[in-house]
């Protein structure tokens, strides 16, 4: 039998009101929190469905205002762009990647005509979209080759920020790559134009439904793994990272997000830098599909995008911030 005052400390008192847990919560969300993907389709006045992904589209340019200012609207600082690149203009070596007439740079165009700088863009820098092999690298005797897959990616970066991209985000995984890119930004008079690493981005399977929103799953020779993260390693993130922040990048990136939660708290307590979390098209998926079967409820998105704050990231790429009015209540 229990007696007297035990136990001295209730925790659950801190829990018993709304008011009471408000009052005392740790983590909090806001629009501010939020990067809006976007993916981009030749044509005009098309909002095409992606299957894999349930309620992400593809707009052509003359129909991106529509999302665009969805974003606005929510008070999202940025949108990241990706393209869904045509067959026909996809080669060996990702040649469209550096034609200021590709999806990317006439969606900057027009973003920036528009809007000016009422929000941020972001520009994936990596050639996968762009070439036939579906990988993020030129490829020599069947290795994704590492120095030569730099200097073109160097040319895209220049091209991206010329035609107004604010974040640089190079996702390719090449080693030295940020500094190159840093260099060439700072002497063609792109100083203040950021850039996003992603510094811990690992061979995950999670990734499936964005290779199909940008027409490279079915064109993708092999796998990954010989550049992107082994997903069973930490401590190579750290390393990662440290080389990256040397070499100037002005944020990072850990992707995949959920499964990464780790990785995520291990960077920001020990580099105290801006960290960006990615909540994959699988992850996205997932949940989406559990909720349409009723398998869990809605309530599920807002606790997932909770736990990316709570492991430290200052910002979370998802592909739910369209519909934030309806997760942040």
Known sequence: MITGNYPNLRLRRNRKQDWARRLVQENTLSPNDFILPVFLIDGSNKKEPIKSMPDVYRYSINRLSQIVDKALNSKIPMVALFPKTKTTQKNVNGDEALSNKNLVCKAIVEIKKRYKNQIGIMCDVALDPYTSHGHDGLIKN????????????????????????????????MDGRIGKIRKALDGNNHKNVQILSYAAKYASSFYGPFRDAVGSKGSLKGDKKTYQMDFRNSDEAIREIALDIKEGADMVMVKPGMPY?????????????????YQVSGEYSLLSNAIQKKIISRDAIFESLIAFKRAGANAIVSYYADRLDKIIK
């Open 142 to 173: 069947n290795e994704i080759i590492n120095d030569e897959t730099i200097e073109v990616l160097i040319k895209q970066s220049l091209l991206q920020a010329e035609m107004g991209c604010d974040v640089l985000a190079p996702s390719d995984m």
């Open 261 to 277: 939660l780790d990785i995520i708290k291990s960077i920001k307590d020990k580099f105290k830098i801006p960290v960006f979390a």
